[in-house]
């Protein structure tokens, strides 16, 4: 009886307080689930422990909070808007509301809750920063740089605030005022390697070489030797004429197969630097291939094929040649050029010339058929 009496009397203080609702192996069993991440567990528990209609504001902050955790983003605004229509003026609760719309990607309906914040604190650092992402999320970059101003005016020492900011001015090539945000916010996050990283790529851009090749170095310690991190790196070697440490950081990219045009341009030049001109002339031809795109022997053979269509013959041919220069397998422009000047432009030695040429390149079967009309047209020709 004295058992029966004491759960009648933990039910009736439940009712009048969230913290009081549940008998202390229930507190222990929520308390696990939100422990161990298992929100899901949580709001089961907590919707067959609270049934509908629920109207405490406490209990429909924690259904909110824990159905948000768990995954449920349309039932936490739905909780959400339910205390929203007894109390508009709660900035947490605005917050709350902001945040969700936001992850929902809601835009229009985050920036109402946000907005409404800052009509009641204009120095919340946390809504300047959200606006930030909302008016980039929406293409405003002239808002965005605005809020994330304003919110790094509030807390210089934020880092992402920072990053962002600086990025942007990195963007409008306005170097000292980047310089200026990362420098204040690395002073109290001394390894923070997303700063670290913005402030390798503005002293990179202020030609502070010594400077770019020290902190490069420090992220490649901290595991962040990302392509443009090697990049600043092998430059700022060059340019500090320290050639030998150039091209070692340039065969990281080779060894990791992310060279590009720049890195075997710098370390053709380092080479040559170094008199070793064999070197150079590897690296630069390296640097060439890589320039030119795999796709132009095809460009200027589709031109050729347009020019003979429009019967401006001459310029079909000079497109043709050019498409030789790019192509490692001319075979089948070799046999058009031939025919070109065959039939079209009556020219007897260039006929001969890529008939010869095409037929040394011995065709596959398929094109049997045009290497018998090569071998036909030599023989001809050569009369």
Do not use: W
């Not at 039932?75 to 947490?92: F, H, M, P, Q, W």
């Not at 980047?178 to 002073?187: F, G, H, R, Y």
């Not at 790529?201 to 901290?222: A, N, V």
């Not at 962040?224 to 091209?247: H, P, Q, W």
């Amino acid at each position: 009886m004295k058992l029966f009496i004491l759960l009648i009397l933990l039910i009736g203080i439940s009712i009048t307080s969230f913290a009081q609702q549940t008998d202390k192996s229930g507190d222990a069993l929520l308390l696990e689930y939100y422990q161990n991440q298992r929100f899901s567990d949580a709001l089961d528990y907590l919707k067959k422990t609270y049934l509908e209609p629920i109207s405490d504001s406490k209990i429909l902050s924690s259904l909110a909070y824990t159905s948000q955790m768990a995954g449920k983003l349309a039932d936490a605004e739905g909780y959400y808007l339910r205390i929203y229509e007894k109390d508009s003026t709660s900035i947490s609760l605005l917050y709350n509301l902001g945040n969700l719309n936001l992850r929902r990607g809601n835009n229009g309906k985050a920036l109402v809750y946000f907005k409404n914040i800052l009509r009641k604190d204009s120095t919340n650092f946390n809504v300047y920063k959200q606006l930030a992402t909302i008016s980039y999320n929406t293409g405003d970059l002239k808002a965005d740089s605005s809020y994330l101003q304003k919110a790094n005016a509030i807390n210089p020492v934020d880092p992402d605030v920072a990053a962002d900011l600086a990025t942007i001015f990195i963007n409008q090539k306005l170097y000292p005022k980047a310089d200026t945000i990362v420098s204040k916010a690395i002073e109290s996050d001394t390894a923070n390697l997303l700063l670290l990283h913005q402030k390798a790529i503005i002293d990179y851009r202020l030609e502070k070489f010594p400077q770019t090749i020290t902190i490069c170095q420090q992220l490649i310690l901290g595991g962040a030797a990302s392509s443009d991190v090697i990049n600043m790196l092998g430059i700022s070697y060059f340019m500090t004429k320290r050639y030998k440490e150039c091209i070692s950081a340039f065969e990281i990219l080779e060894t990791n197969k992310t060279a590009s045009e720049t890195s075997y341009y710098y370390t053709a030049m380092s080479y040559k630097a170094l008199r070793d001109q064999d070197k150079a002339i590897v690296y630069l031809n390296k640097a060439i291939k890589e320039a030119i795109s795999s796709n132009v022997n095809s460009y200027y053979s589709e031109m050729g094929d347009s020019y003979e269509k429009t019967h401006e013959l001459k310029r079909a041919v000079n497109a043709y040649q050019k498409s030789l220069l790019y192509d490692d397998k001319p075979m089948i422009t070799y046999y058009i050029l031939a025919n070109l000047y065959d039939s079209e432009l009556k020219s007897k030695t260039n006929a001969i010339k890529y008939y010869r040429k095409y037929i040394k390149t011995n065709p596959p079967q398929k094109q049997s058929t045009y290497v018998s009309y090569a071998k036909s047209r030599l023989k001809e020709l050569s009369h």
